[in-house]
């Protein structure tokens, strides 16, 4: 599921709390959600037309509401929606009752990965169901334009269903000699085939089932209705004529030589297919390969250090290397296997029904034959590398352009090691590839926290209020090795391994180390630093936070720590504790994307939060939302009314800031305002 989406989700259900916990649940596993709870029908009404839930969480120990009134709503409201029953344990005759009623699943509250995953397929479910109908919409249309220019090709087209004539257009009545349509109505194509062909057509008319694929032409004379006959080259396709399954039969006369014909898909110099019937076999693998079939690979093969060997040689001669070279590659082709070139020196392979040990195997034996054998080119005599590139073929990479971009990632990989080596792509490898890729961030980053390899920046929030002194957020990066990581890289593995609490007290004591700098010239300052989980729960934080500020004597500084609201709901009781404390420091604490929960307010009874931050998305494309704006708006009139500040973040727009002014925001933060600087 794409994680930019955000679930608009129903929950009809007695409890507020579990229902947060369950958004919590949610938001903590990366999925953004915009809720809203309904326990009558007046409410259920209120949220259809101002939500437009794409999910339904419905609890049946609910008594104000029963399934069939939830459903009948959801019905007469005629928007595709995905109904899940919401239980606290499998009870067989439970279940098998929500089913009946309409529910596509059941998730179960006391089990968080089973109630995400079934959240999760069911939500992509309903993306696939609004996909099909939208694709489907496009189809007809499609239709109707292809339907528009058969009629005005100048190639003989016919649908055919089970050997009958179904549709024709008038180049097909014309190359046949038929007048109408209604003299080919229900004639078996076969009568328009000379008879030492019939075998041959009657088995593709037969359908794919007997063979692997239609075949891209055949060759053979066809027959006209004043039995006269001519060559011809028929191509076939599958397709639909009014909903159902039939063959679409081209037929073009043979106005060439097969074998001239045969000879423009080689390349010159090489003998091997060019380009572009090259490229027509690897579209064709890639088909095999979404319908099931296993064993294939596409390799990309490029002589080592092409530029200094032709400057050798001289351009002149460039050819005769190539054409030795294919010759190596030709030697070791099987009889389904497929060479050809695709740039100068580029030459493209589709191994086929080979095992991956043969594939290694097959590469192995092209490396050896090339570096032994000696080319002539003209009167100089050279010995040549190789370095080879290619992917595994198989379902998951089934694209001709995704194949073809693996392969030559791979074969670039190659070349950078020095030349005479080989990368595979294999796809079913991903997931060690993934550990591997880990391990070696996991130490640049515990380099980066010995060896001072991480930096600060500071994104201003702007007062629209007219507050004193500088108000600005904390933002860490890292050195990469090609450039600086966000954190959203490398955060997540930080806390598998256990070191988000040491990146916490760097950015602290940077932050601290920055406001003493600015406290000794009167620059009265504001840092908001984020908080992680790890630190909300360490017990030796506040003291050596208490020790850091003692030290630093700050005056005009303030440190604003700040966690998300999802995060503060998970750990409650800890969070008191520790803004408790913090608050004896004199620090001061802020919700992040306040307002995504059921009951955001709620919260502040526990939490002693001084700043707000408004969840982000409700500032995408504001000015076009009137709901986000009218929410934005009550939730900074209930802060004002508990003596809390707001904070706008990602405001993007010159419109988005005027309408949060008018919307009672005080500070708005952005890209558009001020993008984020060094500190």
Known sequence: MKKDLVIKILFIENSLEEAEQIISLLRNSGIAVRPARATNAEQLQAALDELGPDIVMFDPAITTLSLREVVKLMDAYGRDYALLGLVNSMDNQLVADLFVGGARGVASRTHPKQLTAVLQREFDSLQARRQLRRLEASLRESERRCDALLDSSTDAIAYVHEGMHVR???????????????????????????????????????????????????????????????????????????????????????????????????????????????????????????????????????????????????????????????DRIRILLGSTDVAGMLAEHTFGVVLDSRQDEAIREWISKLQHSVSNEIFDAGSRSITVNTSIGGSLLGEKNANTDLLLNQASQALRNAQSQGGGKVELHDPAAREKADEEREQYWLGLLKDALANDGLMLYHQQAISLQDAEGDFSEILLRMNGPQGEVLPGFFMPIAEKHGLNGDIDRWVLKQTI?????????????????????????????????????????????????????????????????????????????????????????????????DYVKIDRSYMAELPRHPENQKKVTEICQQARELNRQTIAEWVEDATSTSLLFACGVDFVQGNFLQPPQRL
């Open 513 to 609: 180390k920055t406001l003493r700098e600015r406290d000794k010239h009167g620059q009265p300052t504001t840092f908001f630093v984020k908080l992680t989980a790890a630190s909300l729960q360490d017990e030796h934080l506040l003291p050596w936070l208490g020790e850091q500020l003692a030290a630093a004597n700050l005056k005009h500084g303030r440190i604003v720590l700040e966690m998300t609201e999802s995060k503060v709901m998970t750990l409650l009781r800890p969070t008191q504790e520790f803004v408790n404390g913090w608050k004896k420091l004199g620090g001061k604490f802020a919700l992040e994307q306040f307002g995504s929960g059921l009951n955001s307010f709620q919260l502040l009874n526990h939490v002693d939060a």
């Open 168 to 326: 024709a257009n008038r180049a097909y009545l014309e190359t046949f000699g038929y007048d109408e349509f209604d003299d080919l109505l229900g004639m078996p194509v076969l009568d328009m085939i000379d008879s030492t062909h019939a075998d041959e057509f009657k088995a593709i008319l037969r359908g794919p089932q007997g063979q692997e694929k239609l075949p891209n032409q055949l060759s053979l004379r066809a027959r006209r209705a004043d039995a006269s006959h001519f060559d011809a080259t028929v191509e076939f396709a599958p397709a639909t004529f009014e909903g159902e399954p039939c063959l679409q039969i081209v037929f073009r006369r043979q106005l060439v030589d097969p074998a001239a014909l045969a000879q423009l898909q080689r390349d010159p110099v090489t003998g091997l297919f060019n380009r572009a019937h090259t490229l027509e076999r690897i579209d064709t693998a890639v088909a095999a390969a979404a319908n099931g079939k296993k064993g294939q690979a596409l390799l990309l093969i490029e002589p080592d250090n092409w530029s200094s060997i032709v400057a050798s040689i001289g351009l002149g001669k460039a050819d005769e290397l190539i054409a030795g070279f294919a």
